[in-house]
């Protein structure tokens, strides 16, 4: 599925959805690529579209539903199980800058609370049954002029106890 090529001016977009629902749950739709069978199975790639021009490149954006009156919609990004060996890896990062500018930043991030606790953010290594408990290391990048990256942390403050 595709739009076709524009020779001056925005090539078309796609859209695919499902409409809401009056009298009960939205529909799903489900994006899935096929297994291996003695092969690995299918990939599935995202991304968004690059520009030669002056203007930003594409973004991707994964976004839950909004409730009105419940919790609103996860996100969850999860790797593969290897059921006989290792799981796959999860990557975040953003790549390196061009001839000028900074590499882009990496923001984690718990929203604003109107009405009780704000989220929490875990880092964390998962839990070894036969070997030793994962790593979490943080860094700061080196640098080549004045000093070299920092690492900060501070708790929040409250107004009262």
Known sequence: MSTGTSPAGAS?????????????AGGDIVLSVGAGDTGAGGDLSVSGGS???????????????TSSSSTGG????????GTATSSGVVTIRSA?????????????????????????????SGAA????????????GSGTSGV???VSMWAGKSTTL
Do not use: M, P, W
Request: aromatic share 2%; net charge neutral.
């Open 12 to 24: 078309g977009s796609i859209t695919i959805k499902s409409d809401a629902a009056t009298g009960g």
């Open 51 to 65: 520009t030669s021009s002056t203007g930003v490149g594409g973004g991707i954006e994964a976004t839950g539903g």
């Open 74 to 81: 996860s996100v969850t990004i999860q790797t593969g199980e």
């Open 96 to 124: 390196n800058s061009g001839a000028s500018g900074v590499s882009g930043s990496l923001v984690f991030s718990s929203g604003t609370s109107k009405g009780g606790n704000s989220g929490a953010l875990y880092l964390g």
């Open 129 to 140: 049954t036969t070997g030793r408990g994962g790593l979490v290391s943080i860094s700061a």
């Open 148 to 150: 070299g990256g920092l």
